[in-house]
């Protein structure tokens, strides 16, 4: 936010001159924030961190790093992207890099509809209503509860429910980024909770029986293989993100004085506005009847033709353009509904008003599209985990302590390598078999994995998702630094990691099911 627009309080940028009794903790995250919006601007620490990995992939290059995957047996080798070869490749797939980075399409269309939905006032209305209606104190559990359950539709939830979270706290008359952070938590540090089984499952699953194979053939996997320990870890990550919110996040922020090009409507609905709400709650119970009879029936349209399933299916597939029509259709019957809309003109400067904004995401977007392509060509991101993975292996630990190193190791790694998949297609086949050697079973180390692959995600910039959150900050406060940001999301990393492998240790120590017919030991 731009300071000239705001009253005389404290900054959340700066140590609060209300709390000069800091404990070691905040003056930690204290010191993360003043240091990280050191750094430059995003695009240019990007910028930057590109060089070092072409710079990197030249030393590791010319040196011969290499490391032996253990999925195939295949050496894979260090490659030098600063000689001709690289290069020419860097030159010819710029285009093809930046036009095919996965969240750069969905972002811009999924946020059509978001746009549409905030442009016309729709989301205003729809907060208002809600925080008029609702008791205050179950708003948070409920935006955390939707975060950790939405990420079995990851891409989407990581671009509609942050900014959503945020205006809810804006429109409670508290700090947007805090409401911000909470959401993105909810769905990228609560990745590996959920009530429902997701895609993620079966292609977990897949990767950990292939590696089971290794040392015991008979071994068969099923997508459900943790499912009792994420239903418990929905219900022990709410509490903690509510908590972590509530006394640390907002605390740390202070007070949040809107900016004065940032519009926030406080009162009462007006007619127009109850009509519109009136029209796109009805245009919504239409929409959604509609995907419900191409999903839930037996071979619905939207099933997978062959099985009939809908894990695997075109609507899981489908979920980006539901998504836009779920807010765009909305948008337009509460455009039309409140007089915010009268004509195709309309519509045509508000869709155009709705993406004007992303101008930065999209810049951001084509240098972290160039910079994630480069780390992966380099092969640098493998070398590293295949490397790590097996100095951990021959670390002499056991039992408790080396399963917890092992989440450890993975949330480092995760730093690197944010696809869930990818990383378990490397660390599967070391640790499967070096676990199922000690009598544990592939489920439980496919939890562990789950565990270490979850709790990072929070910080890292490697999750392509942090570029567009950073976006969505820069709407609430102009300034909003790196360090800012990250300072803000770190509390969720370490409450999440703490308690996470806390029922990880209960559940070791009980000895109890994680899922039908799985157990910790062989």
């Known amino acids: 936010m731009a300071r000239s627009a705001l009253k005389a309080v404290p900054s959340p940028h700066s140590p609060d001159p209300r709390n000069k009794n800091k404990n070691i903790f905040y003056k930690a995250l204290d010191w993360v924030e003043k240091n990280g919006n050191k750094l430059p601007d995003v695009l240019t620490l990007f910028v930057i961190i590109t060089a070092v990995i072409l710079l990197g992939s030249f030393i590791a290059g010319v040196a011969g790093w290499s490391a032996v995957n253990p999925a195939n047996n295949e050496k894979i080798t260090a490659v030098n992207l600063l000689n001709e070869e690289g290069i020419i490749r860097m030159l010819s797939e710029l285009v093809s890099n930046f036009v095919n980075f996965p969240p750069l399409g969905l972002v811009l269309v999924v946020m059509l509809g978001v746009g549409l939905a905030e442009s016309t006032g729709l989301i205003s209305a729809f907060m208002r209503r809600v925080v008029l209606a609702s008791p205050k104190a179950l708003i948070l559990p409920i935006i955390i509860f939707i975060g950790i359950v939405g990420n079995a539709a990851a891409d989407a939830a990581l671009i509609v429910l942050p900014p959503v979270a945020a205006m809810v706290f804006l429109t409670l008359g508290r700090h947007p980024i805090a409401g911000l952070a909470a959401a993105y938590a909810a769905v990228a540090g609560g990745f590996s909770a959920n009530i429902i089984i997701s895609m993620l499952d ?93 999903t839930i029936p037996k071979g619905a349209m939207l099933r997978h033709a062959k099985t009939g399933e809908l894990i695997d299916s075109p609507f899981m597939d489908s979920l980006v353009p539901i ?65 790590g993975a097996d100095f951990l292996k021959e670390s002499g630990f056991t039992g408790l302590p080396l399963l917890i190193a092992f989440i450890l190791f993975t949330a480092l790694v995760n ?41 990072t995600n929070t910080i890292t910039p490697m999750l392509a998702y942090f570029a567009i959150l950073l976006t969505f900050a820069k709407k609430f406060d102009k300034s909003m630094g790196m360090g800012t940001l990250i300072s803000s999301l770190l509390p969720y990393t370490i409450a999440y990691t703490i308690f996470w492998c806390l029922l990880f240790t209960v559940w070791y120590v009980l000895g109890l099911p994680l899922g039908p017919g799985e157990y910790i030991k062989m």
């Open 415 to 455: 730093l690197l390598i944010a696809s869930s998949s990818a990383k378990w297609a490397i660390l599967g086949p070391v640790f499967v078999p070096m676990f199922v050697a000690l009598d544990y079973s592939p489920a439980f180390t496919q939890m562990a994995y789950r565990i270490g692959d979850s709790i």
């Open 323 to 387: 998504m836009l029509l779920f807010f765009f259709i909305p948008a337009m019957a509460y455009g039309f509904g409140s007089k915010v809309l009268k004509n195709d003109k309309d519509v045509a400067n508000h869709l155009t008003k709705a993406m004007s904004g992303m101008g930065y995401y999209i810049v951001l977007a084509f240098i972290a599209a160039q910079m994630i392509a480069y780390f992966s060509w380099s092969n640098l991101g493998s070398i590293i985990a295949i490397t």
């Open 202 to 294: 079966v292609m977990l699953a897949g990767f950990t029986e292939s590696a089971a194979h290794l040392q015991d053939k008979t071994y068969t996997a099923n997508p459900a293989m943790n499912y009792y320990f994420m239903l418990a870890s929905t219900f022990v990550l709410l509490p903690v993100a509510v908590w972590v919110t509530t006394k640390i996040v907002e605390p740390r922020l202070g007070e949040y004085q809107v900016p004065e090009d940032l519009e926030v409507k406080k009162q009462a609905l007006t007619s127009e506005e109850k009509r519109g709400l009136k029209w796109a709650t009805i245009s919504l119970f239409i929409y959604t009847t509609i995907i419900l009879l191409v």
